[in-house]
């Protein structure tokens, strides 16, 4: 099992600093994450200045980039950090899709599906240098520049993971992709029972016969004192709790019988009381969704609870080395992974 951080694009400066500690603490991989900032752009600093980590998105929305605009930009990571880049892609959900970044919102696993087919043929006519041409549902190329498609490198075979919650991404990803990150708001049963099942039903499909590659930051609960852990705790429940509100991850609660939390949750979102909405998720049920445990047993009891179930796993948490407060629990990781 590989252990990976994750990062937000703060600060791009640093971005290169970042890396060089990951690298240096022996983690596996460093994950760059979309919300404020552009996922991309710190890799192009962490391939410079790092040799061994993997590098990758988690995630990079898909839909309101173009696909060949997305090879591009992989092409030219995985070129850059001689083949260490991974393209994690989310399809995020229709509201940020339509109403955040004004793009297309079709039937998303479709959608995506005809994405990646896109991404492999224009991959293939960077290398080649053969015309790009396609027609589907949802993108269709009748032109491009012969000094866009002239061979400008060997070709690369680069990951693709897709980020996904429900059993159609599942399966999709299990028919054409190398890896699935899982999401946090997941529970080991539901990982087993659901996920696992529509996982092995694609790759039977397509009759691909190399792993499927599963990635995850997990929740945790951890901390020196108790009221460290106790703010962890809150954290953990907020997000449990902003992530239960959202439909389309209803199966996830489903699984469980606790889908009558719901519409609970649905009106305090509505009357915009998001600081009470963690109190209605109870210490039993965040057991089932967070690892809790003291810093120099978190990576052990991680290690305990997924194993067979993850290849790569991480904390739902950003990488900050500086940060004193967080220090130790990066330093027990560290030393796990050398046991």
Known sequence: MKFDVTVFADDLNNAATIAEAVEAYGFDGLWVAEAAHNPFLPLAHAALATRKISLGTAIAVAFPRDPILMAQNARDLAAQSQGRFILGLGTQIKPHITKRFSATWGKPVQQIREYIKVLGLAWRSFSTGQPLSFDGEYYSYEWVPPQCTAAQTSELDIPIYIAGVNTGLARMAGELCHGFHIHSFHTPQYLRDVLAPAFQAGRERSGMSSKLLLSCAVFVVTGETE????????????????????????????????????????????????????????????????????????????RERYDG?????????????EDQSSRAIWDHAAKAMES
Not at 260 to 273: E, G, K, S, Y
Not at 309 to 321: A, M, Q
């Open 227 to 302: 009221a460290q852990v106790e703010e962890s705790k809150i954290l953990s429940k907020s997000q449990v709790a902003f992530y239960a509100s959202t439909p389309s991850y209803r199966r996830v609660l489903e699984l469980h019988g606790w889908q009558d939390l719901i519409p609970q949750l649905n009106t305090l979102l509505r009357r915009n009381r998001w600081q009470e909405m963690h109190t209605l998720i109870s210490d039993e049920m965040l057991e089932h969704f967070a690892v809790i445990a003291p810093p120099d047993e978190l990576p052990y009891r991680i």
């Open 309 to 321: 179930l993850l290849d790569r796993v991480g904390y739902y948490f950003p990488f900050e080395p």
